[in-house]
């Protein structure tokens, strides 16, 4: 044993927790690239939703650019396909195989980076994290946003959107780091809306996946959370390349004003 893992109190130095946030989570790979830039890295991720997205391909070893580019193409009917209500209104097997496409990564033994992924078990009406076994899955269970999306059978168990409980998912890995850096790409803003059926549901589930965050909020030794990410809708799949961009230029502000304070 190395006599300087005995003063080590933490298995890990630095852990980096992504929120959900649909498309919006693209700022996760622009404020990774920052972080890189400045020579900071992950000894472990923690994602739910679009941050398990992220954080995935991020620990499967490709560059915050790469994942960028894989989505700046990518329409919401290329995802998605209409079904008959039973559990949602769209299906996500087309996202599902592109994600099996991408990812060389099977299990989350295989990935370069330790990752946890949140989502929420439907069933039992609690958060539970995964972090070994197969990859897949959990993936799509924790992008599973309820009533819009089919939820995803997991160990006999209905799972939807990490989101609905725990949409900033730092607690899962506090105890296990020496510092986190949270990034939240689903900062709270009541800005104007169309009254729609579609618009109110959007707007409910906005707000319930935002009002959980604040206690993880706290926990940060570093939070990243670009306030005009508020501009953004979840589905502004054709602002994917802006929305990378922000993240990356809001980050390397954010760590120049760290530096200036030293």
């Known amino acids: ?55 995935a391909l991020y620990a499967d070893g490709y560059s915050p650019d790469e994942i960028g ?19 949602g209104i769209f299906r996500i097997d087309a996202f599902e195989n592109f994600m099996k496409k991408h990812l060389k990564a099977k299990t989350f033994e295989d990935l370069k980076i330790p990752l946890r992924i949140v989502a929420t078990n439907l069933d039992k009406g609690q958060s539970e994290c995964f972090s070994s076994g197969e990859l897949i899955n959990p993936i799509i269970a924790s992008c599973s946003i309820p009533v819009l ?8 168990h209905n799972y939807v959107d990490g989101g609905v409980l725990k949409n900033f998912p730092v607690s ?9 850096i949270g990034i939240n790409a689903s900062p709270l803003v009541a800005d104007e809306y169309k009254l729609s059926l579609m618009n109110v549901a959007m707007r409910t589930y906005h707000f319930m996946f935002k009002a959980n965050i ?49």
């Not at 989505?71 to 039973?86: A, K, N, V």
């Not at 899962?172 to 986190?180: A, L, P, S």
């Not at 959370?225 to 230029?249: A, H, S």
Request: net charge negative; with cysteine; hydrophobic share 40%.
């Open 69 to 87: 580019t894989l989505f700046e193409d990518i329409s919401f009917r290329q995802m998605t396909s209409l079904r008959i209500p039973d559990g």
């Open 1 to 55: 044993m190395n006599i300087l893992n005995i003063f080590k109190s933490k298995p890990y130095n630095i852990g980096i927790a992504l929120s959900g946030g649909g498309i919006k989570g693209l700022c996760h790979a622009g404020v990774l690239k920052a972080l890189e830039e400045s020579g900071i890295k992950p000894d472990i991720i923690s994602g739910v939703s679009a941050g398990a997205v992220v954080g």
């Open 149 to 156: 999306f089919t939820p995803k059978k997991l160990n006999g």
């Open 172 to 180: 899962t890995i506090r105890n296990d780091c020496e510092k986190i």
């Open 214 to 262: 604040f206690a993880d909020k706290e926990l940060c030794d570093l939070l990243i959370e670009p306030v005009d990410m508020g501009n953004y809708d979840i589905f502004d799949i054709d602002k994917g390349r802006e929305i990378f961009e922000l993240g990356y230029t809001s980050t390397k502000q954010l760590l120049e004003l760290k530096m200036l304070e030293k």
